[in-house]
């Protein structure tokens, strides 16, 4: 596990949507993630002492974001 397997998830974030929250429907109600939170959050994690737990987590959900997002902006649908 290195730093960049660990920022992976941001760039793709960053690079596909360049939006400051991102919508997420779960039990049909909207949870807004502010970029800046997720990026302070992961800041924390990298200076935990259990990084690569942690780091496995976060990755699993920033792919879990990132494949929600995509679906929704195929559907257009933000509503």
Excluded at 33 to 48: E, G, H, M, P, R
């Amino acid at each position: 596990m290195t730093i960049g397997d660990f920022w992976w998830p941001f760039n793709v974030f960053k690079r596909d949507f360049r939006i400051l929250e991102v919508f997420i429907l779960i039990k049909n109600y909207f949870i807004i993630f502010d970029y800046l939170t997720i990026y302070n959050y992961s800041v924390k994690i990298a200076q935990s002492n259990h990084l690569q737990s942690y780091n496995l987590r976060l990755k699993s959900f920033c792919k879990f974001l990132t494949l929600l997002m995509k679906v929704r902006i195929n559907q257009h649908d933000f509503n």
